[in-house]
């Protein structure tokens, strides 16, 4: 199959996208594939993801390609989590150690900044400013809140940091996509189940009046994209409900499910790897990206029944 994978290219897209990632995927990455979708073991995704981990209990070093140096940042500890997520191992001492970070450097009402002051003197993405005194973001919050909630793990951070999201999802009136993401991950998670598919409901209402996410994919053009973010950086259904049972995928019909997971196919190119939408600004952190965003849409067609091989 190897010398397949180096020669013509492979008929399915699951095998165009494994030739990708042998080709341009750091270790990590080839780690996350090989465990998802070659019956590869979990302990070497967590040995890879062991380089990235700083003696304060963070995650730097690039993890989260937008933000480089050496540094912990609670961006790059989110993404560490969501790895350790993927495989079954959000647990034990090293998220104890996690949680110790995160409450080091949150904020005066306990949650996360989106960039802690210390990655100043680093190279980091134009579009996440490094400020003096940050102030909360959801966007940083509530993927990690949601996260440890939905594994179970018990830790006094938790308490003002979910106070936190609560109140920041529950007053949005104008939001844009990533943080309606955020604002996803966190209610996914959130232990009072009534609560969150309330205000699941309600954001969901905000997202199609704001017309957040693209219905017709035919038609990009007749939805706007939020301001700052790069021409044609489109969201769509399938970004903000990656699995059947999230709560956001009671905001579309079947038929606007289906139409998304048909783009989303179509979006994988000719190399085999999926694009980013967002602005490039370095062409490492571009080459990064790509194929942790073919992983993820992988994992989400996937989740939503369609076929790879």
Wanted: proline share 9%.
């Amino acid at each position: 199959m190897a010398e397949n994978l180096l020669s013509s290219p492979p008929p399915t897209p699951l095998a165009r996208a494994e030739r990708f990632v042998w080709l341009t995927a750091r270790v990590l990455e080839q780690r996350r594939f090989a465990y998802h979708f070659l019956r590869g073991g979990a302990d070497p995704v967590e040995t890879a993801l062991t380089a990235y981990l700083n003696e304060d209990g963070g995650y730097g070093h690039a993890l989260e390609p937008d933000l480089r140096g050496p540094v912990s940042q609670p961006l790059h500890t989110a993404h560490g989590l969501r790895v350790l997520d993927s495989i079954g191992r959000c647990g034990g001492p090293r998220v104890e150690r996690i949680c110790r970070y995160l409450t080091e450097v949150s904020t005066h009402d306990g949650a996360l900044p989106a960039i802690h002051p210390s990655q100043r003197g680093y190279p980091s993405a134009p579009f996440v400013p490094v400020v003096d005194s940050p102030p909360s973001a959801l966007l940083s919050t509530g993927p990690v809140v949601g996260l440890l909630h939905r594994n179970q793990v018990w830790h006094a951070w938790l308490f003002r940091a979910t106070e936190f999201c609560w109140s920041a999802v529950e007053s949005l009136e104008e939001s844009h996509p990533y943080e309606v993401q955020a604002a996803v991950a966190f209610l996914d998670g959130a232990p009072d189940r009534p609560r969150a598919e309330a205000a699941a409901d309600r954001l969901g209402r905000l997202v199609r009046e704001q017309r957040l996410a693209v219905l017709d994919p035919g038609r990009p053009e007749d939805f706007p994209v939020s301001e700052g973010y790069a021409p044609g950086e489109h969201h769509y259904p399938h970004d903000y409900a990656r699995v059947p049972d999230s709560l956001a995928a009671r905001w579309f019909t079947d038929k606007e499910m289906d139409l998304s997971l048909d783009r989303l196919e179509a979006d994988q190119q000719e190399d085999g790897g999926w694009p980013i939408r967002w602005r490039a600004w370095a062409p490492g952190s571009s080459l990064e990206w790509r194929p942790i965003v073919t992983i993820e849409a992988l994992r989400t067609l996937r989740a939503h029944g369609r076929a790879l091989a």
